[in-house]
T-cell receptor, first 112, second 114 residues
Framework: DQQVKQNSPSLSVQEGRISILNCDYT??????FLWYKKYPAEGPTFLIS?????DKNEDGRFTVFLNKSAKHLSLHIVPSQPGDSAVYFC???????????FGQGTRLTINP | DAGVTQSPTHLIKTRGQQVTLRCSPK?????VSWYQQALGQGPQFIFQ???????QRGNFPDRFSGHQFPNYSSELNVNALLLGDSALYLC?????????????FGPGTRLTVT
């Protein structure tokens, strides 16, 4: 029962362009969503989050969009930089239940 | 400001043995969660500790147990190791006062069971 899905295992983007990573969820009780970046041999690093009362949250080059009716969120990175090459995980949680439910991850490669 | 730390970094155990993994939370955090990440998958929630008690548990057998100490550090114990327990074990900390919605992860312990 995969409640959070990242359907693209990998994505390749040219440096300077926009990277768009997508995530779908099935549990309508999820009310908080997060994106993490993970380099090899390191733990996931928190990037940005969004509450279900919002549809957009921006932090520098990173913007997360939430479409509750479609149960879909996306992470936009503009402009993409070589250091952005990593595996990106989306995660979701339910109010009162502290566990995070993760997607399978998308490997982003930024090409020079 | 120290982030989340975990020890050891790597561990090799034999099937049937027992293992203990350790985690120190980020300064100011009081809640510790443990996750298992298999190769090519996202992290899977094992359990969470707050005020030295298990607060929530994922779909993991009783072979997985934990403990939280008064200084908020935590241990994950796995008994009767199986080959399938080979994975990256991640510890995450959060602050319950902010509803703990943002969790910060340590570098993980890579466990190999042979």
């Amino acid at each position: 029962d995969q409640q959070v899905k990242q359907n693209s295992p990998s994505l390749s983007v040219q440096e300077g362009r926009i990277s768009i990573l997508n995530c779908d969820y099935t549990n309508s009780m999820f009310d908080y969503f997060l994106w993490y970046k993970k380099y090899p041999a390191e733990g996931p690093t928190f990037l940005i989050s969004i509450s279900s009362i919002k549809d957009k949250n921006e932090d520098g080059r990173f913007t997360v969009f939430l479409n509750k009716s479609a149960k879909h969120l996306s992470l936009h990175i503009v402009p993409s930089q070589p250091g952005d090459s990593a595996v990106y995980f989306c995660a979701a949680s339910v109010e009162g239940a502290q566990k995070l439910v993760f997607g399978q991850g998308t490997r982003l490669t930024i090409n020079p | 400001d120290a982030g989340v730390t975990q020890s050891p970094t790597h561990l090799i155990k034999t099937r049937g043995q027992q293992v203990t993994l350790r985690c120190s939370p980020k300064s100011g955090h009081d809640t510790v969660s443990w996750y298992q990440q298999a190769l090519g998958q996202g992290p899977q929630f094992i359990f969470q500790y707050y005020e030295e008690e298990e607060r929530q548990r994922g779909n993991f057998p009783d072979r997985f147990s934990g403990h939280q100490f008064p200084n908020y550090s935590s241990e994950l114990n796995v008994n009767a190791l199986l080959l399938g327990d080979s994975a990256l074990y991640l510890c995450a900390s959060s602050f319950i006062g902010l509803r703990g919605r943002e969790q910060y992860f340590g570098p993980g312990t890579r466990l190999t069971v042979t």
